[in-house]
């Protein structure tokens, strides 16, 4: 950045006021990601998740992932940090894939799809997402659990 500055001066200061700009843009949202974090952490424990959302949750844990994926709103770098830490607690992967697929399905944009498609398309095109969300999600489970090539829990070991 020092070369620039010896060239253009006026740029790297336009250049730190963007990124500046965009600091505190992020910050709130970062913020969030931390509240939530320490809210799973204070309030859900690991025997919960593993009941619901775990590796013996059946049809439940699906519909959950799946209904909280198309209920979720927000930037997707704010639910990843979420899901991961709900994942260290014993949450299963599969539902990690369905949820992030289901998060196609946004509900708020439903009635603007089905104003400029119709009821026909937008049912066939929520039921596929759907469809595909869970086999996505059977998907990454076969292969997790035939794979020597599992990430660690904690992403820092």
Do not use: C
Not at 22 to 44: C, D, G, N, R
């Amino acid at each position: 950045m020092s070369i620039v500055a010896m060239f253009d001066a006026d740029l790297v200061v336009e250049t730190v006021k963007q990124a500046w700009g965009l600091t505190i843009k992020l910050a709130p949202l970062f913020v969030l990601v931390l509240l939530m974090m320490a809210l799973s952490e204070t309030f859900l424990d690991a025997r919960w998740i593993g009941r619901w959302v775990g590796h013996s949750s059946g049809p439940r844990g699906w519909l959950i992932a799946l209904a909280a994926g198309t209920l979720s709103v927000g930037p997707m770098h704010v639910w990843v940090a979420i899901l991961q830490d709900l994942r260290a607690k014993g949450m299963r992967e599969g539902l990690i894939a369905a949820f992030l697929f289901s998060r196609t399905i946004q509900l708020f944009f439903l009635p603007l799809i089905i104003g400029y498609f119709g009821w026909t398309f937008t049912l066939i095109l929520t039921g596929q997402v759907v469809i595909f969300a869970v086999v996505n999600g059977l998907m990454i489970d076969y292969l997790l659990a035939r794979s020597a090539l599992r990430a660690p829990l904690d992403p820092k070991t």
